[in-house]
Structure formats: C-alpha cells, structure tokens
C-alpha cells in the first residue's frame, strides 16, 4: 500500500487541511505537542502483550521507538531496494520509509525470535521480518485524518456509517525469505486481534499492483471492477484529479482464473476474507504502484477465517 508525498495538502472528509504533524521520522515526541515521548518505550506499550506465534514466529504490537524505527527499514528494504519506488533524500540518508503517520499509528511486528539482528553496542535482538500499520478512525480524526484520502474520497462512506470505527490497514510487507503461509497467518492474526480489542467494525485501505501503466493492468483491474466491485453502502471513488478506469475489458472477455493469478498475494488474500473495492485506480508514481481501494466490513469478513482465527482470537494466542 502506497503513501501520499510526505507533509503535502491532504483532501480530509471533503476538505483540504494543512498538515500539522511533525516532520517525517520525529518518533521521539509524542504528535500534536512537542513533547518528548518516554526514553524508548512508545506511550501506552505494554511489555506483555503477544498477539500469538507459531514456533520462532511471533506477531505484536511495535513496543519502542526504535521497534518503530527497524520497520520503517524493513520497509525500505522491500518498497526501495526490491521493488521500484523512488527514495527522497531523506529515505536515502536514513535507510528508512518513514512519514509523519508513523507517529499515530500502531505498528504490527512479526519477529522471529530464532534469527538474531545486531544491535549497535548491544547484544543481538530478534529479527523483525514482517510489518503491518494500522490507524483507528478515533485516533485519526484527532490529526490529520486518513493518509488514503490522498487517494479516495473517503467522506461518503464514513458519512454513511457514522457511529462505526473504521481502521485504515497499510505499509504492509516481509522479507523475502520469510513469504510463506506462517508470516501470512501471524500478521492476519494480530490485526484480528487488534480488531477484536479496539471494537472495529471496517477496515480499508489501499493494495498495490506493480506498474504505472493501468492499460498493462487491464485484465486485474476489470475483474476487480466487474467481479468484486463494493456495493453502494461501502463504494469509495477516486478523487477525481487521481482517478484512472478500471473498466478496460468487457465482462464477457475476463478469463477469471487468469484474473486471479495477475494479482499479487496480498490482494489474493483480501479476497479470500471477502473484501469488496472502490471505484477507480490511482496511479502512485512516487512507489511504481497503481493502487485500488479495499474495504472489509468486520460482518462480512468470511466465515471460516473467524472460525480459524477464533471468535475471540485466542487460536495462536501462545
């Protein structure tokens, strides 16, 4: 999931608003105040909580700054070196994706205990291998609103469902040795059980396929367009200066398998929890992406995934 150029004008519930966060990567003070955070431990961490783990795995919440810090360069591992997104001089000098959402938002961490990370004049630490970042709509409406409003038009369907707390789910990745089903269940099973702890009731976002080109993407975005179009309850549209069609083939010319195969893992997976989207693509330059919107409403989120994570996601809880 892509980002929106860092600190510029956001579009927030119809509006434009001027950023008022903190530059990019201040992590050692709390947003909105200028206050210096607690020495490594972020506010309201707890040192207990697991979210679950399988063997040497283990899914949790980010609990430092510096935990916070060792995702943001997990993630420039993979959206900067792997794949083709463009680093600003800031990315370069840090080694580290960062922007000023890091700051709200929580971060989920598969760690693997079994592979050791080095530690500047320290001992080793466990390696983080996989991460996800996700903002509650409490959280977001008290700074500057959802980052994918840079995207989509998010106004209509949060005016629909006023009284319901959405999470924005994003900046999801893991390293290559690491893309099996065991990281896959871990992360799905920490945002479960965020989900179930913060009372969630939808959750959206922004997936990526790789390419700037949506005429070289026609055949993934029309099936998603004509089979997996959300209804009008939950539709999204792009912004208008962003929005690129994602209707580029006839219903009757999709070959369906096909379909499926173009569209990457993650994007795979949503489906399979039974995830509708938006209206319209938007093409990210800044990250070689062009994105679609995703919404799952917790209700209608697949049966057999509750029954496998577990009603109160206690199935991998030790």
């Known amino acids: 999931m892509s980002a929106p150029a860092p600190l ?23 947003p909105g105040f200028g206050l210096p955070a607690p020495i490594g431990r972020l506010p309201g961490a707890s040192a207990e909580a697991s979210l679950g783990r399988i063997g040497s795995l283990e899914v949790r919440l980010a609990r430092t700054v510096g935990e916070v810090k060792r995702a943001q360069e997990l993630r420039y591992r993979v959206f ?30 598969v760690i693997d205990h079994a592979a050791a990370e080095p530690k500047p004049f320290g001992k080793a630490r466990p ?7 996700v903002l509650r709509q409490s959280v977001a409406e008290r700074h500057d609103g959802f980052y994918s409003a840079s995207e989509y ?3 209509p369907m949060l005016d629909r469902h006023r009284g319901l ?3 924005e789910l994003g900046r999801s990745c893991v390293l290559p040795a690491y893309r099996g089903k065991r990281t896959v269940e871990l992360l799905w099973q920490g945002i479960w059980a965020y989900v179930l702890a913060h009372r969630i009731d939808a959750m959206f976002g922004c997936a ?3 390419g700037t080109d949506p005429r070289r993407l026609a055949l993934p975005l029309a099936f998603l367009h004509h089979h997996c ?36 893992p993650l994007i795979k997976g949503y489906l399979r929890l039974g995830a509708k989207f938006g209206d319209g693509a938007v093409v990210d330059h800044q990250f070689g992406t062009t994105d679609v919107f995703v919404v799952m409403p917790v209700r209608q989120i697949s049966e057999r995934y509750v029954a496998f994570y577990g ?5 991998r809880a030790s």
């Open 208 to 210: 990526s396929l790789e």
């Open 229 to 264: 179009a959300a209804g009008p309850e939950w539709r999204v549209r792009a912004l208008a200066e962003r929005w690129a069609d994602m209707d580029r083939m006839a219903p009757e010319a999709i070959d369906p398998r096909a379909a499926i195969q173009a569209l990457p």
């Open 80 to 109: 900067y070196e792997e794949m083709s997104a463009i680093a600003d001089v800031r990315a370069l000098m840090t080694r580290r994706d960062s922007d000023a959402y890091d700051a709200i938002c929580d971060h989920i961490l």
């Open 153 to 155: 038009d998010l106004a």
């Open 311 to 315: 009603a109160d996601a206690g199935r």
């Open 165 to 167: 707390e959405f999470l």
């Open 8 to 30: 510029s004008p956001r579009r927030l519930l119809g509006k434009i608003v001027p950023p008022r966060h903190l530059p990019i990567g201040r992590l050692d003070v709390l």
């Open 127 to 133: 390696k983080i291998v996989g991460t996800y970042r």
